[in-house]
């Protein structure tokens, strides 16, 4: 199992930026299949942000392209998401994500962290 910790979500006026982590522990960022960034608002189904996958693939939603950025650092075992140019539409929980691969599944989430955006 991967316990994740999320951080760095807050208040911010619209056009501003926030950079959230996620840091791991109990398996090394490196070997887990993918991490990705969810995002949940109210009424709303949680939707997949980013993810990156332990080959270095990265896909990102239609609606953050250009403006958001996974990216992680193996030594302090950290996935982040920069986020700027941000909306109101923006606004929700954002989660960490760790997945397994078939052979080996998990699927862990952090807590969340609230991004809220003000117009």
């Known amino acids: 199992q991967v316990q994740l910790v999320e951080s760095g979500g807050g208040l911010v006026q619209a056009g501003g930026s926030l950079k959230l982590s996620c840091a791991a522990s109990g398996r090394s960022i490196f070997s887990i299949n993918a991490m990705g960034w969810y995002r949940q608002a109210p009424g709303k189904q949680r939707e997949l942000v980013a993810a990156i996958t332990s080959g270095g693939r990265i896909n990102y939603a239609d609606s953050v392209k250009g403006r958001f950025t996974i990216s992680r650092d193996n030594v302090k075992n950290t996935v982040y998401l920069q986020m700027n140019s941000l909306k109101p539409e923006d606004t929700a929980v954002y989660y960490c994500?760790?997945?397994?691969?078939?052979?080996?599944?998990?699927?862990?989430w952090g807590q969340g962290t609230q991004v809220t955006v003000s117009s």
């Open positions: 994500n760790a997945r397994g691969a078939s052979w080996n599944f998990y699927d862990d």
